[in-house]
């Protein structure tokens, strides 16, 4: 008899479940981790990301209460050293929480770095376990492109723990990481440089939620688009000299790279079973997230449907279900809501204007761009977008769209509706909720187009 049932490699979001549901359902379990329990999501993730974008977005707050009559001391000082210790102190209890409601459940926590010996073997240093399943759920690792000092660059991994707030930053990317990141440091008070290489940060975004957003960002941050880094030297006085492909240069304190990430497989041994990777590197499965070793299954950033921690989570119920459960929970990929939590928040479901055109003969487009109430006293221009595109053969809602505060928490119910099939008449149907942001998306009568 194998030593487990089910042998998960990978202690982050999509791993833990997918072994807790296991294990609830009566299956020997086993789960090998080599660094911290939660993952990129709780230790470099979503997480401190989502604690120091509260901690950013208090700069304004402070700015924008002066209308609202509150004297607050100028400048308002950010204590670094503060924010990284009550982060790490809540981080360290996230992971207490993770080892202990694997324990209840009755899996076995193993650590060190877990490598396929074979279909039903795997290794932890020198121990070796054998198991009816395996199940990949090792996750990501940011990508950095080879160049002359790439070396000097940090990645998301680190920039959380830098021994200083620096005054001066170089973001490169455009994607949900150097957007997040961007606003994040710029409100805690650094000042901020976002370097991309194609024209519009966001590319997988509605086009008119990037301009929008490419507005605002403005306001806080330079924004230097289709452009390169060719090279970057360290200088004397510990400062970065970065060479941009326009032959301009500009110095820095940190250079922070968020050019993606890969999955993570250096070292797991798929060689040594029956496993095909995509050419991006990510893991080949099938719809239950069975590899081609049919006792093996990989879920989450490994596989890269979608980088998303409730992604993986869905992803590792599946597999635990199709295990040891009836088999018969599925996921479907559409109708996802995400949200970016940059300043101002961005969150969209379903389809782009842009991927609607390419689907459907006739959409009909609903948009309100207008100033939040709070910001008539604030005095702050911040603008709130909010998009809704609809199939007028169906009158179904195909997307929606949102640039403003808590947008990711508007969209979120949005997207339940979508999932049961929302129309645009249920919308207008809706009574709204006075005076929110939200009501403008069931009081959006004309068509922009
Ligand atoms: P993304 O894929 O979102 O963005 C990567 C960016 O880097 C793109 O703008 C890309 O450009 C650019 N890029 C890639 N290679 C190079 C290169 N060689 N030189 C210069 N630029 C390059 O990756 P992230 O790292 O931002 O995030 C990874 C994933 O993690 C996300 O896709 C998302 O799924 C998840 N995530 C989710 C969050 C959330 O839910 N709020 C937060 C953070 C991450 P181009 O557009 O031209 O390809």
């Given at each position: 008899m194998?030593?487990?049932?089910l042998f998960?490699?990978?202690?982050?979001?999509?791993g833990v479940?997918a072994?807790?549901l296991?294990a609830?359902?009566?299956?020997?379990?086993?789960v090998?981790e080599?660094?911290y329990?939660g993952?990129t999501?709780?230790?470099v993730g979503?997480i401190p990301?989502k604690?120091?974008?509260?901690?950013?977005h208090?700069q304004?707050?402070f700015i924008d209460s002066?209308?609202?009559g509150?004297?607050?001391?100028?400048p308002?000082?950010?204590?670094?050293?503060?924010?990284?210790n009550?982060?790490?102190k809540e981080i360290h209890?996230l992971?207490?929480i993770?080892?202990?409601?694997?324990?209840?459940?009755g899996a076995?926590?193993i650590?060190?770095?877990?490598k396929l010996e074979?279909?039903g073997?795997?290794s932890?240093g020198d121990?070796?376990?054998?198991?009816?399943?395996?199940?990949?759920a090792t996750g990501?690792?940011?990508?950095?492109p080879?160049?002359?000092?790439?070396?000097?660059v940090?990645?998301?991994?680190e920039?959380?723990?830098?021994?200083?707030?620096p005054?001066?930053?170089l973001i490169?990317?455009?994607?949900?990481?150097?957007v997040?990141?961007a606003?994040?440091?710029?409100?805690l008070?650094?000042e901020?440089?976002?370097?991309y290489?194609g024209?519009?940060i966001?590319?997988?975004?509605?086009?008119?939620?990037?301009a929008?957003?490419m507005q605002e960002a403005?306001r806080?941050?330079?924004?230097?688009?289709?452009?390169d880094?060719k090279?970057?030297?360290l200088?004397?006085n510990?400062?970065?000299?970065v060479n941009?492909?326009?032959d301009?240069?500009?110095t820095y304190?940190?250079v922070l790279?968020?050019?993606?990430?890969?999955?993570?497989t250096?070292?797991l041994?798929?060689?040594n079973?029956a496993?095909?990777?995509?050419?991006?590197g990510?893991?080949k499965?099938?719809?239950?997230?069975?590899t081609?070793?049919?006792?093996?299954f990989?879920i989450?950033?490994?596989?890269?449907h979608?980088?998303?921690?409730?992604?993986?989570l869905?992803?590792g119920m599946?597999?635990?279900?199709t295990?040891?459960?009836?088999?018969?929970?599925?996921?479907?990929?559409?109708?996802?809501?995400?949200?970016?939590?940059s300043h101002?928040?961005?969150?969209?479901?379903?389809?782009s204007?842009?991927?609607?055109?390419?689907?459907?003969?006739?959409?009909?487009?609903?948009?309100?761009d207008?100033r939040?109430l709070r910001h008539?006293?604030?005095?702050n221009p911040?603008?709130?977008?909010?998009?809704?595109?609809?199939?007028?053969?169906t009158d179904?809602?195909?997307?929606m769209?949102m640039m403003g505060?808590?947008?990711g928490?508007i969209i979120?119910?949005?997207?339940?509706?979508m999932?049961?099939?929302?129309?645009?008449?249920q919308?207008?149907?809706?009574?709204?909720?006075h005076?929110t942001?939200a009501e403008?998306f069931?009081?959006?009568?004309?068509?922009?187009r």
């Amino acid at each position: 008899m194998p030593d487990y049932d089910l042998f998960v490699i990978g202690a982050g979001s999509g791993g833990v479940r997918a072994a807790r549901l296991a294990a609830s359902m009566g299956a020997r379990v086993a789960v090998a981790e080599n660094r911290y329990l939660g993952g990129t999501c709780v230790n470099v993730g979503c997480i401190p990301k989502k604690l120091y974008a509260f901690a950013a977005h208090y700069q304004q707050d402070f700015i924008d209460s002066a209308g609202f009559g509150w004297q607050i001391p100028k400048p308002a000082i950010l204590d670094w050293e503060t924010l990284k210790n009550n982060k790490s102190k809540e981080i360290h209890r996230l992971n207490g929480i993770y080892s202990q409601i694997l324990e209840k459940s009755g899996a076995t926590i193993i650590n060190g770095n877990a490598k396929l010996e074979g279909p039903g073997t795997v290794s932890v240093g020198d121990q070796s376990f054998t198991a009816s399943h395996i199940l990949i759920a090792t996750g990501g690792w940011p990508f950095v492109p080879t160049f002359s000092g790439s070396e000097h660059v940090l990645t998301s991994n680190e920039i959380f723990d830098l021994p200083r707030l620096p005054a001066r930053m170089l973001i490169v990317g455009g994607g949900y990481i150097a957007v997040e990141f961007a606003g994040i440091f710029s409100g805690l008070g650094t000042e901020i440089t976002l370097a991309y290489r194609g024209r519009e940060i966001l590319k997988q975004f509605d086009s008119d939620l990037r301009a929008h957003f490419m507005q605002e960002a403005a306001r806080h941050m330079k924004l230097l688009m289709e452009i390169d880094v060719k090279s970057i030297e360290l200088l004397e006085n510990s400062k970065y000299l970065v060479n941009f492909s326009d032959d301009s240069s500009a110095t820095y304190d940190t250079v922070l790279y968020a050019t993606g990430r890969k999955p993570n497989t250096k070292g797991l041994g798929l060689e040594n079973t029956a496993i095909v990777t995509n050419n991006n590197g990510t893991i080949k499965v099938d719809d239950k997230f069975r590899t081609d070793e049919p006792s093996i299954f990989a879920i989450g950033d490994v596989v890269g449907h979608m980088a998303l921690t409730p992604v993986a989570l869905a992803e590792g119920m599946v597999v635990a279900d199709t295990l040891f459960g009836d088999g018969r929970r599925q996921i479907s990929y559409d109708n996802i809501p995400t949200a970016i939590f940059s300043h101002p928040n961005l969150a969209t479901v379903g389809l782009s204007e842009q991927a609607a055109q390419e689907s459907y003969t006739d959409i009909a487009i609903y948009e309100s761009d207008f100033r939040h109430l709070r910001h008539t006293l604030s005095g702050n221009p911040e603008r709130t977008y909010m998009k809704v595109i609809v199939d007028t053969a169906t009158d179904k809602v195909l997307g929606m769209h949102m640039m403003g505060s808590d947008a990711g928490a508007i969209i979120q119910g949005f997207a339940t509706a979508m999932i049961c099939g929302l129309t645009k008449r249920q919308l207008d149907a809706t009574i709204g909720i006075h005076p929110t942001a939200a009501e403008e998306f069931v009081t959006m009568r004309s068509r922009a187009r």
